[in-house]
């Protein structure tokens, strides 16, 4: 079966555009994740979707950020204005359950998008 | 909030077990442990989970001690496609997880 995917793999932007970066989680998938990954550095945790709903958005590293899901499936990660800082590889994942729980809470990562805002 | 402390980075020869150690002091009753392997330009991909004792799967091991304020994932017999970074994870039912920066191993021929 088909993985995660995203979309597009690469984004290269200016400064103070805004961009959509998408996620197609693993069918049947409920808990969707969004983490931020800057060079040589380690995962940083944006939001978790279950089902459409995301039950903590404190992640969010501004209100430039925002995500949305629908219909228990697709997720669109959306920056306005983007910033310099915001260059990084955006991470993808989705578990059959969610985080807490003894089973279904393997995520399962996506390539990636990697945006570079100029 | 159950952040983690792990080594930087770790070098080992091919053959050798290697064992990463992961500090979680403030672990909460409902929390796992949770290990995950990110090779460059790839998401990470999942190893092992425990919540107490020892985990053993056809990968590696995952050693966890009473207290649980710790946890060992230990690779048997590294080889050089072992080389990447090796996250520890705690998570809940609840939000925020947190990765940390994870550990660099380095296997040497």
């Known amino acids: 079966g088909a993985g995660v995917s995203q979309s597009p793999s690469n984004k290269v932007t200016e400064k103070g555009k805004d961009v959509e970066l998408r996620c197609d989680p693993i069918?049947?998938?409920?808990?969707l994740y969004w983490y931020r990954q800057s060079l040589g550095q380690g995962l940083e945790f944006l939001i978790y979707f279950q089902g459409n709903s995301a039950p903590d958005k404190s992640g969010l590293p501004s209100d430039r950020f925002s995500a949305e899901r629908t219909g228990g499936s697709v997720s669109t990660l959306t920056i306005q204005r983007t910033q310099q800082e915001d260059s990084a590889v955006y991470l993808c994942?989705?578990?059959?359950?969610?985080?807490?729980?003894?089973?279904?809470?393997?995520?399962?990562f996506g390539p990636g998008t990697r945006l570079t805002v100029l | 909030l159950a952040k983690t402390t792990q080594p930087i980075s770790m070098d080992s020869y091919e053959g050798q077990e290697v064992n990463i150690t992961c500090s979680h002091n403030n672990i909460a009753t409902n929390d796992y442990i949770t290990w995950y392997q990110q090779f460059p330009s790839q998401g990470p991909r999942f190893i092992i989970q425990?919540?107490?004792t020892k985990v053993t799967n056809e990968v590696a091991s995952l050693f966890i001690p009473a207290d649980r304020k710790s946890s060992t994932l230990s690779l048997p017999r590294v080889s050089l496609s072992d080389t990447a970074v090796y996250y520890c994870l705690v998570q809940t039912g609840a939000n925020n997880l947190f990765f940390g920066t994870g550990t660099r191993l380095t296997v040497i021929p």
């Open positions: 425990g919540y107490k």
């Open positions: 069918s049947g998938h409920t808990a």
């Open positions: 994942a989705s578990s059959l359950n969610g985080p807490g729980g003894w089973s279904g809470n393997e995520q399962f």
